[in-house]
């Protein structure tokens, strides 16, 4: 079984004309679908009856907003530490100029949870900082610095490349993507190189137990659609009581799969079967989400939604 890195973000949000004027002022496209019944079994909400599609200019890329009221309780309190295993942490974007970017999220309803921080991984220096909005979501805006950034075409910000999750133990967590056909091609453990570790809120900490264990993971070792996931051995915090359907904020990532059925029959036929929360059926979901499909929770309540590929 060879999959693809995850195509969707799913967010459940009560900002929804904010965060699509941010989309919109980056050049992404709106598609509004309309929501049946279907969706609001599928991930819990009591939702409105349009959903907005926004897909970046790429055409790689899509984020699906379901509107709910502002009373829905959101999946990651606005302020548990960064560190805080517990569902989706957040999303990552690519910028060309991180002052830039922090003025123009600042405009649409962003605020920084932890400024901009240069720090080394290697060969390769990036600049990253955390901002977060009011339904909880937090994104990651990074800037690389050097070398340049060869390949990859964008105007102000990118696609959504990766997401990443803060869990209790990464390998437990891998062991638990593998079954989905994803596999580990970056690894990195200990003490975060230069001042890395301010990103992390782990500068309080003495420098020889502030490491970290860092995966990232993807079927085809590519950084665009790949899951990154996080634990600090050192310094543990308790998990969050996430949900797996329902309340507000980064709700899921939607993956495509060449063979569904063939995936959900993997998933049920070992360690994870239980940490199926949406079984296999054939849904009214909004756009290429529709069809048949099912939902699946991570050991730290990460939640995934698993698509049949068009063909």
Known sequence: MREIGFSHVVITTSNAPQLGGFFAALGWHLHSTALFADAADFWGADMTQVAERWVAPSGACEVVLLPVTNTTAVLRPLDCAVTTPGGLFDINMRTWDSDWAREFLHTHGWRELVPAVAWQFGEVQTSEALYIQDDGIVMAVMQRLSPPLEGIEFDRMSDVFNSTQM?????????FLKVLGFERFIDHAGPLPGEGPRVLQLEQHPADTAGIHLSIAHPEAAMSGSIELIDVPEHPLPCLP?????????????????????????????????????PLAKRNLPGLLSGECFAVTGPDGGRLDLYQLAQ
């Open 242 to 278: 996430v949900p797996s359907t329902g309340g507000r904020g980064l709700r899921a990532l939607a993956i495509p799969c060449h063979d569904v059925s063939e995936t959900y029959a993997a998933v049920n036929d070992s360690e994870w079967s239980a940490q199926v929360c949406q």
């Open 167 to 175: 869990v209790s133990n990464v390998e437990t967590t891998l062991a």
